[in-house]
Nanobody
Framework: QVQLVESGGGLVQPGGSLRLSCAAS????????MYWVRQAPGKGLERVST????????YYADSVKGRFTISRDNAKNTLDLQMNSLKPEDTALYYC????????????WGQGTQVTVSS
């Protein structure tokens, strides 16, 4: 069956770094646009970053531009998010998700990994 399993979350001080990973299985990972989406406490979903099928095109929310980097390894079916210069407002549950095209509804979701930025 389809699985997206996130890992790498945790507690980090402001200014610190974390690297999130998402292991995908059960679908044609290399044919999907992939996303990192987050939900902060009491807030709606925010699409943090987007990457196309071959990794050649990426997009970032203004709130993370210059601090986060999305990448993928289609040979290993993995999606990563390198997060630097973390801020308290980055505290959220981070999900990886996939869709067949950039404007398509998400087809698959992971269970999420918690990131908490606090001193």
């Amino acid at each position: 069956q389809v699985q997206l399993v996130e890992s790498g979350g945790g507690l980090v001080q402001p200014g610190g770094s974390l690297r999130l990973s998402c292991a995908a299985s059960g679908f044609a990972f290399g044919s999907y646009w992939m996303y990192w989406v987050r939900q902060a406490p009491g807030k709606g979903l925010e699409r943090v970053s987007t990457i196309n099928e071959d990794g050649g095109t990426t997009y970032y929310a203004d709130s993370v531009k210059g601090r986060f980097t999305i990448s993928r390894d289609n040979a290993k079916n993995t999606l990563d998010l390198q997060m630097n210069s973390l801020k308290p407002e980055d505290t959220a549950l981070y999900y990886c998700s996939g869709a067949v095209c950039i404007d398509c509804p998400y087809d698959y979701w992971g269970q999420g990994t918690q990131v908490t930025v606090s001193s």
